[in-house]
């Protein structure tokens, strides 16, 4: 009965165009923005000799920093969408409600709340906000000119300054290292999870949409028509290879694990290669990561489990269709 209620009950007709502005955020994409922060904290506490599992403690200045970078990047995202408008979208739909004005300011009060949640945080992650900002306007600009290998620098970018700024607020600042040697240390424990981010990239730009257009999937299609996506797919099995044997090396159990057990995806998609196997090598290993990010950061479902969710019910009522899901079409 509540499954049916849920599902065909007339009210959610009415419920979810509330609901167009959460939306508009995409929210789906806070679980990689959130996963890096979370890297970034472990690999702090990893080289503090710290062996963090289940950390339920609540500290405010981590909670600002989670506040602080959702809110620049949600600007970046609306930004993203006002370049390409698509008919049965949240932003065509934000956009018959409210004025371009209205919507513009609001990406402005979200860049300046985002700035002060990160000064309340610290101030040292409060610049690291603002280069942050700079670089979501560059890669706005860039995607007009296409140049793959300036976005993919870009967007390196971006998940370097998400993982500095979790490894700032690890604790390591209080604590008497060198400068050079914390961030030699950061870069050799960082190369794993970015290895997998440059597989994932690639993968993100391999096919037109890898989901639904209405969802404003990233895929470009960039690499579709220039390489063979067998290579395409050989390389990223290449690089998720490497990250394992060098996450095993340096002793790094959050990503050796969560790798490994990501690993047969990136093996079938090289066997078979149909889109569905494209659809599952970017949404799965993101998902476990995740999911082992929980076992450390449990406050991190909190975040994860309605945002999942809800967008879930919004795009079943408002679209009539099931996403997200780990679901693929039946093989």
Same mark, same amino acid.
């Given at each position: 009965?509540?499954?049916?209620?849920?599902?065909?009950?007339?009210?959610?007709?009415?419920?979810?165009?509330?609901?167009?502005?959460?939306?508009?955020?995409?929210?789906?994409?806070?679980?990689?923005?959130?996963?890096?922060?979370?890297?970034?904290?472990?690999?702090?506490?990893?080289?503090?000799?710290?062996?963090?599992?289940?950390?339920?403690?609540?500290?405010?200045?981590?909670?600002?920093?989670?506040?602080?970078?959702?809110?620049?990047?949600?600007?970046?995202?609306?930004?993203?969408?006002?370049?390409?408008?698509?008919?049965?979208?949240?932003?065509?739909?934000?956009?018959?409600?409210?004025?371009?004005?209205?919507?513009?300011?609001?990406?402005? =009060? !979200?860049?300046?709340?985002?700035?002060?949640?990160?000064? /309340?945080?610290?101030? %040292? #992650?409060? $610049?690291?906000?603002? *280069? +942050?900002?700079?670089?979501?306007?560059?890669?706005?600009?860039?995607?007009?000119?296409?140049?793959?290998?300036?976005?993919?620098?870009?967007?390196?970018?971006?998940?370097?300054?998400?993982?500095?700024?979790?490894?700032?607020?690890?604790?390591?600042?209080?604590?008497?290292?060198?400068?050079?040697?914390?961030?030699?240390?950061?870069?050799?424990?960082?190369?794993?999870?970015?290895?997998?981010?440059?597989?994932?990239?690639?993968?993100?730009?391999?096919?037109?949409?890898?989901?639904?257009?209405?969802?404003?999937?990233?895929?470009?299609? =960039? !690499?579709?028509?220039?390489?063979?996506?067998?290579?395409? /797919?050989?390389?990223? %099995? #290449?690089? $998720?290879?490497?990250? *394992? +044997?060098?996450?095993?090396?340096?002793?790094?159990?959050?990503?050796?694990?969560?790798?490994?057990?990501?690993?047969?995806?990136?093996?079938?998609?090289?066997?078979?290669?149909?889109?569905?196997?494209?659809?599952?090598?970017?949404?799965?290993?993101?998902?476990?990561?995740?999911?082992?990010?929980?076992?450390?950061?449990?406050?991190?479902?909190?975040?994860?489990?309605?945002?999942?969710?809800?967008?879930?019910?919004?795009?079943?009522?408002?679209?009539?269709?099931?996403?997200?899901?780990?679901?693929?079409?039946?093989?």
């Amino acid at each position: 009965m509540i499954k049916n209620f849920l599902k065909n009950h007339a009210v959610h007709k009415k419920v979810v165009p509330k609901l167009d502005f959460f939306i508009l955020l995409i929210p789906l994409n806070f679980f990689s923005i959130w996963m890096i922060i979370c890297v970034g904290l472990y690999i702090g506490m990893f080289i503090q000799g710290l062996s963090p599992q289940f950390i339920a403690d609540i500290d405010f200045g981590i909670l600002f920093l989670f506040l602080g970078i959702t809110s620049i990047m949600s600007s970046y995202y609306i930004d993203l969408q006002l370049l390409d408008v698509k008919d049965n979208s949240s932003i065509y739909f934000v956009k018959q409600k409210y004025s371009s004005k209205f919507i513009n300011n609001f990406k402005v =009060y !979200l860049n300046v709340f985002g700035l002060l949640f990160l000064l /309340s945080s610290f101030w %040292l #992650i409060c $610049i690291l906000g603002l *280069i +942050l900002i700079v670089i979501n306007k560059i890669i706005l600009n860039n995607r007009k000119n296409q140049s793959l290998s300036l976005n993919l620098i870009l967007q390196l970018g971006v998940a370097f300054i998400l993982s500095i700024s979790g490894f700032i607020k690890s604790g390591l600042l209080n604590i008497n290292y060198e400068f050079f040697d914390l961030i030699f240390m950061y870069f050799k424990f960082i190369i794993p999870y970015m290895l997998f981010f440059i597989s994932s990239f690639i993968i993100l730009n391999t096919k037109d949409y890898l989901f639904s257009p209405k969802c404003l999937s990233y895929s470009t299609g =960039y !690499l579709s028509n220039s390489i063979n996506s067998k290579i395409i /797919s050989l390389i990223s %099995l #290449i690089l $998720i290879s490497l990250s *394992i +044997l060098l996450s095993i090396k340096l002793n790094d159990s959050l990503a050796s694990t969560s790798l490994c057990v990501s690993l047969p995806f990136y093996l079938y998609v090289l066997i078979r290669g149909l889109d569905k196997d494209y659809q599952r090598i970017f949404t799965y290993p993101l998902a476990i990561i995740n999911f082992f990010c929980m076992t450390i950061f449990p406050y991190l479902f909190i975040l994860i489990f309605p945002v999942f969710y809800l967008t879930k019910y919004y795009n079943w009522h408002r679209f009539n269709f099931h996403f997200p899901t780990f679901l693929v079409e039946n093989d």
